[in-house]
């Protein structure tokens, strides 16, 4: 199983960038690092994809080291509605119980 | 807007009725997904069905059974349920068989929010 460790929780203040770094150190080949964003009862939520060095979207950045055993999600200048908790997922989903969400990280964004 | 819709989004029962949780999407995707989801626990994930067939996963009780009748449905059949399944049950599907490695996007419906009394 491709296991991953984060940060049960961090807090940050509106405005500021937050980096989530992830640990997957049984990382295979073939496997792409996925991370989504849930907010309370409701289903997660897709955020960004990567395999390797950086990828950037419209809400996130996602940086991935040459060994590829981690991964930092950086969310620039969060606001409020960016309380929520993070999953760092990695393996192809399609491959169902080979891929787990782990407990993820509970953002807090403050005023 | 996911494009994964689930009906109903709230359901109480009894510990000796039989309901359906329902889930549909129209994404074009051929592969369907069961979670559950405790309270202040990770989500796992109960069935797959991938191109309309089942994954089996011994570890979920026979008091849960899916139903996926074509690739846009799919049915969760709940009986005899005790008081420890009360949860939110979340449907996600994702495309598969795209022919090379990589992890998938998976979309999730708003869930089911589950009270057994």
């Known amino acids: 199983l491709a296991k991953t460790t984060q940060p049960i929780s961090m807090d940050s203040y509106e405005g500021q960038e937050v980096n989530i770094t992830c640990s997957h150190n049984?990382?295979?080949?073939?496997?792409?690092i996925t991370w989504y964003q849930q907010f309370p009862s409701q289903g997660p939520r897709f955020i960004i994809q990567?395999?390797?060095t950086k990828v950037t979207n419209e809400v996130a950045s996602l940086f991935i080291p040459a060994d590829r055993k981690s991964s930092t999600l950086s969310l620039p200048r969060v606001s409020l509605s960016d309380t929520a908790v993070y999953y760092c997922?990695?393996?192809?989903?399609?491959?169902?119980?080979?891929?787990?969400f782990g407990a993820g990280t509970r953002l807090f964004v403050k005023a | 807007e996911t494009g994964v819709t689930q009906t109903p989004r709230h359901l109480v029962m009894g510990m000796t009725n039989k309901k359906s949780l329902k889930c549909e999407q129209h994404?074009?995707?051929?592969?369907m997904y069961w979670y559950k989801q405790s309270a202040k626990k990770p989500l796992e994930l109960m069935f797959v069905?991938?191109?309309?067939?089942?994954?089996e996963n011994n570890s979920v009780p026979s008091r849960f059974s899916p139903e996926c009748p074509n690739s846009s449905h799919l049915f969760l059949h709940l009986h005899t349920l005790q008081p420890e399944d009360s949860a939110l049950y979340l449907c996600?599907?994702?495309?598969?068989?795209?022919?090379?490695?990589?992890?998938?996007?998976?979309?999730f419906g708003q869930g089911t929010r589950l009270t057994v009394v």
């Open positions: 996600a599907s994702s495309l598969k068989g795209q022919g090379r490695a990589r992890g998938t996007e998976a979309f």
């Open positions: 049984n990382i295979a080949t073939n496997d792409y």
């Open positions: 990567g395999y390797k």
């Open positions: 997922l990695v393996g192809d989903i399609t491959g169902g119980f080979k891929t787990i």
């Open positions: 994404l074009g995707h051929n592969a």
């Open positions: 069905y991938s191109l309309e067939e089942r994954v």
